[in-house]
């Protein structure tokens, strides 16, 4: 797998590289020849976040969509309540997530698990702790359904659209050869494909993983040392560094059992044996911006949490230096944040349910 | 007071077409002579919305302060729950309100009245619906405090913000004169400065007062006579359409109990027999994104809003034809919502206070 991977990967950065001659006039690509730290990131599946916007199979993308997928996912108006959006949970401004253990919601309910982030979440292999959306169209059906957070129905989210001229006119934009557009199902693949644009590129490990060899500073590149030699890399890999497989939390070493709270991840699921405690590796891109950690979120510095990992998953204790240059590593995972305009919605009409709040 | 007004508007008028013809070349300025119906508006006061930032006495604005300020008004990290920022109630995107009868709190508490619109109350005489507040400064104190709202305390949010080095050093840039500038006052003070940017202008209504007779069509003129005619103006005008004076709900004609609900407004505040059931009457500027009407949101329609002030506060019945004009020129009353760049908070650290949701 790693042979076919490699060249693969030398092929993008060959001319990954060429563009960005051609565009910014040589910065960030590789200038002498390779060192050897950065052969062994790539040969480990560490990839930079692509320019182009993913494409997601079954859910072509338009600027239409998108547009309509913003105004939904900042609306309000798909929760029971017409308080809560997309937004709340996965707030664009706070690292695509809310800074809580577990979320709130409807009727300030304390959902189950930690809100992940919705940056760079289209890179994943699959949607939830657990995986069990396939994708993020399959994702955004369930917290609008869900009662714990947004408690809707899809026949009220459908009718409140229907009630607001505007958007009724932005579906027919969207789905031209649809008769009627309105519908659920196209709700949640107008909000995928506006999550699909929420990406954080050319964090300073992008650069790098491009063959600027000069964006990580030497405690980074003895932190990548050690998160590739130690093995944090065999969870934490792929484009999302993180978001691709799933793994047992508590191989060596059961954690702290609020940390765990009885959650049995993927087993709830599959009832496979092997996928008890399994929950999929989060991504550890923009780290220092998704607080508090794990599936429930009782674990609030990063020290700490990457201190738990190499116990819980590796059976080794790091060194304080280790844990150290591993963060600063983290650091450099933050890439640029995504720009959005507040999208101005439209106004209810007298048709539009209220709002409920019981 | 009328006699001086008018020629002040008239010179304000001058300037501002002048202003006009040079920027996009004689668009939107007196073209002809003035018809009555302008004269008569502009004799009982309306005024367009200035382009020019409005000046707060004692809070000086700069380009660091506003910026600072929308930090804060997005940063939920200013409630005890870390989960409610003003942009909760007081939505950027949904008319600067909720479209909540009354507004959702820290445990899910339901506030005591309707969440007045963010857009443009730099114009209004006083905050809050009775006008408790002398201005957005004083205002901004309030909700973050209130235990129904952000319910959190100013010791509380000067230790978040002092925990973030971030904020530490936006604040240092903003009060380059103040040994130590996190304070809650500071954080009112740029608050109520970014709020201060959202305005509305170039509704049809401003392009109409600067002299464009062809912004309004024949039906919102028709509109416009009643409004000025029947007297709906003589609350509802200035810069603002509204928020200078308060005035008894139900002059000629109690509203119905749970429009009023028992709410005293001013008296409370004032204990001045003149002040009972007295509110601050609110801008109609963007009218058609902030329903529900009244302190206490109970009329969601408009039609039914306008239907009830002409019996209430001008005992009166309105011809139906009279309502749909002045529905009609009501449209006329939205201008161009505020454009706003989501902003990206500073992450908090492991000394950031956590979130409380008990």
């Given at each position: 797998m790693k042979k076919i991977l490699v060249p693969v990967v030398l092929t993008v950065l060959v001319v990954v590289a060429i563009s960005c001659t051609k565009k910014d006039g040589s910065k960030g690509v590789i200038t002498g020849g390779m060192e050897p730290l950065l052969q062994s990131a790539l040969d480990a599946g560490m990839l930079p976040i692509p320019y182009e916007l993913k494409v997601m199979e079954g859910n072509p993308s338009s600027p239409e969509k998108i547009e309509l997928g913003k105004l939904l996912y900042f609306d309000p108006r798909l929760s029971k309540s017409q308080l809560l959006s997309c937004n709340t949970c996965h707030n664009v401004g706070f690292g695509g997530d809310d800074y809580q253990e577990t979320s709130l919601g409807h009727g300030w309910a304390k959902g189950p698990r930690n809100s992940p982030t919705v940056?760079?979440?289209?890179?994943?292999?699959?949607?939830?702790w657990d995986g069990r959306a396939a994708d993020l169209k399959e994702q955004a059906k369930g917290p609008i359904q869900a009662s714990v957070e947004m408690a809707a129905t899809p026949e009220y989210v459908v009718e409140v659209l229907k009630s607001i001229p505007e958007y009724v006119e932005e579906f027919k934009l969207a789905f031209?050869?649809?008769?009627?557009?309105?519908t659920f199902d196209n709700v949640a693949a107008t909000i995928a494909l506006f999550e699909a644009t929420l990406t954080t590129p050319n964090a300073p490990i992008d650069k790098y993983l491009r063959?600027?060899?000069?964006?990580?500073?030497s405690e980074q590149k003895a932190g990548l040392a050690v998160y590739i030699d130690q093995g944090?890399?065999?969870?934490?890999?792929g484009v999302n560094l993180g978001g691709d497989g799933y793994f047992e939390f508590g191989v060596f070493e059961s954690p702290d059992a609020d940390v765990v709270a009885g959650d049995k991840g993927r087993f709830a699921l599959t009832q496979a044996e092997g996928d008890e405690f399994a929950f999929k590796a989060p991504t550890l891109r923009n780290i220092e911006y998704t607080?508090?950690?794990f599936h429930t979120g009782k674990v609030w510095s990063l020290a700490e949490a990457t201190q738990l990992m190499s116990s819980s998953q590796l059976g080794i204790e790091l060194s304080e230096e280790n844990i150290k240059q591993l963060l600063a590593l983290m650091d450099a995972?933050?890439?640029?944040?995504p720009q959005i305009m507040y999208p101005t919605l439209p106004p209810s009409t007298d048709n539009t349910p209220k709002p409920v709040w019981k």
């Open positions: 940056f760079n979440s289209v890179y994943n292999t699959s949607q939830f031209p050869g649809e008769a009627d557009p309105v063959g600027d060899l000069a964006a990580l500073n944090c890399v065999s969870c934490h890999t607080a508090p950690y995972f933050t890439g640029e944040q």
